[in-house]
């Protein structure tokens, strides 16, 4: 890596909850910086799964959170001409990250329903441990256990 590393942004939370997350998962749906825009659709995604759930609807998108996010991941690397793919560790950060990434590709991936109404679905249905969100994380689980053979190159 050349020059030196930018600093971490300090990341506002959210006006109504007060979370972190939740404002940096704002910030992953934002478009072309209508903030406003994104927060209707996260602000409405939460009233509709607290409607349907009956519950609060935090602790779905806690419980989403923590089943789409990976613990592992493989990484390519060139050792002797070849291109092996090494399992690592994932850190905290890049563990969210790739969450968010997650569940708003696999919310995209749904037709024919407004954002909000798609974003409820795919949280509820990642809390219970189902969806495409949550299929990517095994998928890549289950790509790190086949390569744990290569692991001792990292």
């Not at 903030?35 to 939460?46: D, G, L, M, R, W």
Request: charge should be positive.
């Amino acid at each position: 890596m050349r020059g030196k590393q930018s600093p971490k942004r300090k990341i506002a939370a959210d006006p109504k909850f007060f979370s972190l997350k939740i404002g940096k998962f704002i910030n992953y749906i934002m478009r072309d910086g209508k903030k406003t825009t994104a927060q209707a659709i996260v602000y409405s995604a939460f009233e509709i799964i607290a409607e349907r759930s009956k519950g609060d609807a935090l602790a779905v998108f806690e419980e989403a959170l923590k089943n789409i996010s990976p613990s592992l991941e493989v990484k390519s690397k060139r050792i002797g001409g070849a291109n092996y793919q090494i399992p690592i560790v994932v850190s905290p950060d890049r563990r969210l990250i790739l969450a968010f990434r997650w569940l708003i590709t696999a919310t995209k991936h749904r037709k024919g329903k407004p954002m909000a109404i798609k974003l409820a679905d795919e949280l509820m249905s990642a809390a219970k441990g189902e969806g495409e969100a949550v299929k990517k994380r095994e998928d890549t689980h289950k790509m790190a256990e086949a390569n744990r053979a290569f692991a001792h190159f990292a």
